[in-house]
């Protein structure tokens, strides 16, 4: 069974700091993509953060320059560092995992139940 379960969400004041995990179950780690993706209510979901099976990451333009993203095989865990919270972080954030097909019909992708992040100004 798949399981991508987040942890590390809470409420920060801005300025803090937060640092989100998702842990993989079932799934082979290293040949997926692992995504952050937030919605804030009344928003769309949005692409936070990737990183490809090959460690090439990509960021959305509002986080770039205080977000990481990482992940680590031997745990099967991915990790999204964000610093210099500001109140328009606060979110869900969502894990996603991504194996591309060669056809679209192929791709194959779970998501995590979310974890709430509150910052206060």
């Known amino acids: 069974q798949v399981q991508l379960v987040e942890s590390g969400g809470g409420l920060v004041q801005a300025g803090g700091s937060l640092r989100l995990s998702c842990a993989t179950f079932?799934?082979?780690?290293?040949?997926?993509?692992m995504s952050w993706y937030r919605q804030a209510p009344g928003q769309q979901r949005e692409l936070v953060a990737s990183?490809?099976?090959?460690?090439?990451?990509n960021y959305a333009d509002s986080l770039t320059g205080r977000s990481t993203i990482s992940r680590d095989s031997a745990k099967n865990t991915v990790y999204l560092q964000v610093n210099s919270l500001k109140p328009e972080d606060t979110a869900i954030y969502y894990c996603?995992?991504?194996?591309?097909?060669?056809?679209?019909?192929?791709?194959?992708?779970?998501w995590g139940q979310g974890t709430q992040v509150t910052v206060s100004s």
């Open positions: 079932g799934i082979t780690f290293s040949t997926y993509t």
């Open positions: 990183i490809s099976s090959g460690g090439s990451t």
């Open positions: 996603n995992a991504l194996r591309k097909g060669l056809n679209p019909k192929y791709d194959i992708e779970f």
